[in-house]
């Protein structure tokens, strides 16, 4: 089987750009609605998929998420839903990564391997589980490796250079770096603390490192996406959904658009076309 | 030096009681969280920390509380027993504490590790708003800027503790989201935490939450269980035959416990809150959950088929939590403590009882673990002995409990 996330992430490499990552949860505002969002972010110009597992206590989430986690339960998502909805956004779209973003209580209900073997079939192709630290890694790291799924963990401005090892440790897929301590969504990081941060991940794994809480807006990616190798936009395409509920898919697209539009601009190669 | 087969050496190296506890938080608190179980375990090492936490409790708090012989709820439960039952009842005194619960203990021993590791800003969640004003008479105390997470709902229910706590100096923040009632109010406060790592120390206000968060309130609670076990000596000249304790995240409950576990012959009984009864809305985590994971540890929890938090429910809003410490998980699954459910009306009628009999007006907690005792004493003989947990005093409750009534004040 081909690794999706490495053949994304070496392709947008070969491009010059940073991989456009973008989250919606599961179910906003209904299931019957996700799968015409989750096209909208492929058309948009997404490269990888984040897809929300909802839970009714997500406390690293913001406002914007919390909100997203509200509807989505509210209008009766099912964990089996949001593996129907990977399993048929897969047959869709054979080539785009998707990653499945949620809490340690919802994937693990069921015990960690009924969770991977799932996973597997739906063909998410990393998991990332916000309340799992490397401490608690037995919960869920062996059961994911076995399946062949990535789990990607998290690294923060708490993260310091003792304890990079730690995380690094059982890593794969991607390093996501939360570039603000905080929840998704609120502040913004400085863009010199988020470079300094890269470069010292940069120097201690080979992983491609995603950015993200706090990223808003096309410039901010772009800036970002100097840096990184990829770049991670949630909570403000979530609040384009929060707007315009059902009919949200053409929204999602356009701005996704101006996201993917942003980070190619940055490209060696865009640079020579549009001289 | 510890034992291997001793009761209370739990939880291991990593937090672990069993199965249950560990550390489920997000990365960014990960940090803070191993720094915290260093610096508590040099704290411990530290006689000048012990000696200061002692000294609090005795001439701010007002310890040793008293273990008090109620001779007349114990007589009226004769009444009705079989001839040679119904045993001795004592309860220790938790109410007589300063800001009137057993929430003070734990907070005077985290104020004091907060001001170890140079935190300026404490925070908290709370309830029916015990732990907060806890929490913000500490803070006053120590000269600390104080927010206190509340749900919305408990904010309007619990109008007395919202002025008390500002009085004190704290902000109080209602929490919108959720449910708008304690658990809310502690993904909120998680929440601000994980925004301001740097410069401020979650109170957390029971033995629950990431390592090493259930062993710190357990050891800084467990003043009740030592206090208890000496007082019951000299009195009695023997060990009690039975513990009570209400149990909502359980750290009255622990507190009671710990110094007992390995004295084989001191049965226990936590008692869990089943509200509307356990086939209604209740928050008997352990009779009607399963063990997942939420707000830092694995234990038993009220969830769906698909591990969502339903909402629990009980008439005591220090009770109304869908979750419980891991420490209680622990036991109950290796059966050394015996986990009883009371619903909102039995623990109503104790209320009054032990009002009309002893002239003691208990937190909604403590009845029910009055309720509890009711049950039990009559089956046991008259010259044993039980010792239940009053671990709050009742006048918080005094609207809830008439609205309950039906009357009006």
């Known amino acids: 089987m081909t690794d999706r996330l490495a053949t994304r992430f070496a392709a947008c490499k070969e491009a010059g750009r940073a991989a456009l990552v973008t989250f919606v949860t599961a179910g906003d505002p209904t299931v019957t609605a996700t799968p015409a969002i989750l096209d909208a972010l492929v058309a948009g110009g997404a490269d990888i998929i984040e897809l929300g597992m909802p839970f009714t206590d997500p406390m690293a989430d913001g ?9 989505s339960l509210g209008s009766g998502t099912k964990t089996k839903d949001i593996f129907h909805l990977a399993t048929t956004f897969r047959a869709r779209h054979p080539h785009t990564p998707l990653v499945l973003m949620g809490y340690a209580n919802p994937m693990l209900i069921r015990g960690s391997e009924w969770f991977a073997n799932q996973c597997r079939e739906a063909g998410i192709d990393g998991v990332i589980c916000v309340d799992t630290p490397p401490e608690e890694d037995a919960e869920i790291g062996p059961a994911l490796r076995a399946a062949g799924v990535h789990l990607i963990r998290l690294a923060t401005p708490t993260t310091d250079a003792a304890r990079l090892p730690t995380v690094l440790d059982g890593a794969s897929g991607f390093l996501y770096h939360v570039a603000v301590a905080g929840v998704t969504g609120k502040q913004q990081a400085a863009q010199t603390a988020v470079e300094q941060a890269v470069e010292k991940l940069k120097a201690a794994t080979d992983l491609p490192i995603a950015v993200g809480f706090g990223v808003r807006s096309a410039e901010q990616a772009a800036a970002i996406g100097r840096v990184a190798d990829g770049v991670v936009v949630g909570s403000a395409i979530v609040d384009i959904i929060g707007s315009h509920g059902d009919a949200a898919a053409p929204f999602v697209q356009e701005f996704v658009a101006t996201l993917s539009g942003a980070l190619k601009a940055n490209s060696p190669h865009f640079r020579e076309t549009a001289a | 030096m510890t034992i291997s087969n001793s009761l209370r050496s739990q939880p291991d190296a990593s937090g672990h009681f069993g199965s249950f506890g560990g550390r489920y938080v997000a990365e960014t608190l990960m940090p803070l969280i191993l720094e915290l179980e260093k610096v508590y375990k040099e704290a ?10 002692e000294e609090l409790l005795r001439s701010y708090v007002g310890r040793p509380n008293p273990l008090y012989y109620a001779g007349r709820l114990t007589e009226a439960l004769r009444a009705d027993s079989p001839d040679g039952k119904g045993a001795k009842i004592y309860l220790k005194r938790e109410e007589l504490n300063h800001t009137g619960a057993h929430k003070i203990n734990n907070c005077i021993g985290q104020a004091l590790l907060a001001r170890r590791m140079g935190k300026k800003k404490v925070i908290a969640e709370t309830g029916a708003g015990q732990h907060g004003v806890a929490t913000a008479t500490v803070a006053a105390l120590f000269g600390m800027e104080c927010k206190i997470f509340m749900g919305a709902k408990d904010v309007e229910r619990q109008k007395p503790n919202v002025f008390r706590m500002k009085l004190l100096g704290a902000e109080v923040i209602p929490v919108v989201s959720g449910s708008q009632t304690l658990k809310d109010a502690m993904n909120d406060a998680l929440r601000h ?23 710190l309130v357990r050891d800084f609670q467990s003043v009740i269980g030592k206090e208890a076990r000496q007082q019951i000596v000299e009195i009695e000249g023997r060990l009690p035959d039975l513990l009570i304790a209400p149990v909502g995240g359980g750290s009255n409950a622990i507190g009671l416990f710990h110094p007992f576990l390995d004295d084989v012959d001191v049965k226990m009984i936590g008692v869990e809150a089943a509200g509307e009864g356990l086939t209604g809305k209740h928050a008997a985590s352990l009779a009607g959950g399963a063990s997942g994971i939420l707000h830092g540890n694995r234990t038993y929890l009220l969830q769906d088929e698909d591990g969502q938090i339903t909402e629990a429910h009980s008439i005591s809003a220090g009770l109304d939590y869908p979750g419980i410490g891991p420490e209680h998980s622990w036991l109950h699954e290796i059966g050394r403590v015996q986990y ?56 918080k409750d005094i609207f809830t409990v008439a609205d309950a009534l039906g009357v009006e004040m």
Do not use: C
Request: glycine share 6%; no cysteine; hydrophobic share 45%.
């Open chain 2, 193 to 215: 935490w994980v925004s301001n790592v740097h410069d401020t120390f979650y109170i957390i206000g029971t033995a629950a939450g990431p390592h090493p968060y259930p062993e």
């Open chain 2, 44 to 53: 411990k090492q530290d006689p000048t920390f012990e000696a200061e936490f």
């Open chain 1, 63 to 71: 406002p914007a998420i919390e909100l997203a986690n509200l509807r």
């Open chain 2, 340 to 395: 009883m459910p009371i619903t909102d009306d039995e623990a109503l009628a104790s209320f009054q009882k032990l009002a009309a009999l002893e002239g003691i007006i208990p937190a909604l907690e403590s009845a029910h673990a009055i309720a509890s005792a009711e049950k039990v004493a009559p089956t046991m003989d008259a010259d044993q002995i039980i010792v239940v947990n009053l671990s709050g005093r009742g006048d």
